[in-house]
């Protein structure tokens, strides 16, 4: 694919950023003084308090005498505790993804019969328009899968006879055909990516009815559609603790502001894939896997403890690495002394990689799991509980299931739609006002000095208007 190339030319651009920046600084001392939620987060990293749901909680301390306490994470759907949803599915070898998503969106688990329909109706939905593919993922193709997703979404607002419509009947309509549609569109556009920027063969898979979403995902993104049941099972449950994780996480915060402005449901989904894509959020499983990769370059033997430790130690003086200081994997702002995602991941990780020879990069995440703590304590002189996140050994797993990197973030979006789904619901149902937080205005007034008497001397202080004055 052709590049565009922008008529901005560097040194003009380079020109407009200095002038940008000399009037959009604002000092950390001003965050302080005027008390600022800088990232929403109150003073001890909490959250700060801005809505009710009755989706989901996550859980990984609890307050005494107005001190944090860390303890085990738990993360809870409807309710039910979702590591006892996938040690059911395990036990009674069974797909689970769906009977969340009906959990997320109904607020209680279906029976049989309801289950068995709405896993129909959502194999009958992945379906798109009719020439959807060739005119929306074909003729305009993505480097970004995220990206191609997202736009999408919204153009697939123009096939809808009544996008506009906030009406409970017609999100639930609109969120269902979403959950459904979401991973067929991440498949197309990546074997339209594979085509157009990797040059290599471009499959396109009838939809099978037969299949549930991840045994579908699986048999859309591979060559030869083969999988075996295990490995269909394995993407399953990274899907269900993927599915939801309560109304605070950014991608949907971001589906419930949007929301709460009375938006359309392509709109207000396509602003959460957006937030997603960010790799401080959905983007996160790659920068893990990235910091590996580098270590694995830079050092003899990634299953020595030492060897691994030192460098670890370089990441966190932002002596190696990305230079940001981060042991990505590691730290969650609600989870202390476990993740329960990463926990579930790590079990099955640790037994899938003695089947098909990943015992190594099993052992490498060990290892950074186990040493990050303390030598964070020794360099840092940071006493508070760190634990490995979803992140750390996510990126194991679809490695193993041989899943691309550029899928990472776009599976985690497939799973995340339902919670996305539920909280856009909830908002529209109870939320009943526009999000409307305040920020504080920090500039000086000046008064407008008209064009002829300005000059080119920029670093010139603006004349200031004194308090009696304004």
């Not at 068995?116 to 009719?130: N, Q």
């Not at 098909?356 to 509980?385: A, M, N, V, W």
């Not at 064009?451 to 080119?456: K, P």
């Amino acid at each position: 694919m052709a590049d565009y190339i922008s008529p901005i030319d560097n040194e003009s651009l380079s020109t407009l950023c200095e002038e940008l920046l000399k009037n959009n600084r604002i000092s950390p001392e001003d965050y302080r003084r005027f008390d600022v939620k800088r990232g929403l987060r109150n003073a001890d990293g909490t959250g700060v308090m801005t809505g009710l749901t009755r989706i989901c909680a996550v859980e990984g301390y609890y307050i005494d005498d107005g001190e944090r306490v860390p303890k085990d994470g738990r993360l809870v759907y409807r309710g039910i505790d979702m590591s006892e949803i996938v040690k059911n599915c395990q036990t009674e070898n069974r797909f689970g993804f769906e009977e969340v998503a009906w959990l997320l969106l109904f607020g209680d688990l279906p029976t049989q019969k309801q289950l068995d329909r709405f896993s129909s109706l959502l194999a009958e939905c992945r379906e798109l328009p009719d020439e959807f593919i060739e005119d929306m993922i074909m003729k305009a193709p993505s480097p970004d899968i995220m990206n191609k997703v997202a736009r999408s979404v919204l153009a697939l607002y123009s096939f809808d006879e009544n996008p506009d419509d906030t009406s409970l009947e017609n999100v639930l309509r609109q969120s269902v055909q979403l959950m459904a549609q979401i991973p067929t569109i991440m498949a197309y556009a990546y074997q339209v990516k594979r085509r157009a920027y990797d040059h290599k063969s471009m499959y396109i898979h009838q939809n099978d009815k037969s299949l549930k979403t991840a045994e579908s995902i699986l048999h859309s993104i591979r060559s030869d559609r083969k999988f075996t049941d295990e490995e269909a099972k394995l993407l399953d449950i990274c899907m269900i603790i993927h599915a939801e994780h309560g109304g605070g996480n950014n991608s949907t915060f971001t589906t419930r502001c949007i929301s709460s402005s009375g938006t359309d449901t392509y709109s207000a989904i396509a602003a959460g894939i957006g937030s997603l894509k960010g790799p401080k959020h959905g983007g996160a499983n790659i920068k893990v896997h990235k910091m590996v990769d580098d270590m694995k370059a830079h050092i003899s033997d990634p299953t020595n403890e030492g060897q691994v430790a030192d460098y670890l130690a370089k990441i966190i003086q932002k002596q190696a690495g990305d230079g940001s200081g981060l042991i990505y994997g590691m730290g969650h702002a609600v989870y202390t002394l476990s993740d329960p995602r990463a926990v579930i991941l790590k079990e099955n990780a640790r037994s899938y990689s003695q089947k098909c020879g990943f015992q190594d990069d099993f052992r490498t995440l060990e290892l950074i799991e186990q040493l990050t703590p303390e030598l964070f304590l020794k360099y840092k002189g940071e006493k508070k509980k760190i634990c490995a996140n979803v992140d750390l050994y996510s990126g194991l797993i679809y490695d193993m299931l041989r899943i691309p990197q550029e899928l990472f973030t776009p599976l985690f979006m497939s799973a995340r739609i339902a919670g996305w789904s539920a909280h856009r619901i909830e908002e529209l149902t109870s939320g009943s006002r526009i999000m409307r937080p305040a920020y504080k205005n920090v500039s000086l007034p000046r008064r407008f000095v008209p064009i002829s008497e300005r000059i080119d001397n920029h670093s010139a202080p603006a004349e200031y208007i004194p308090p009696e004055e304004r």
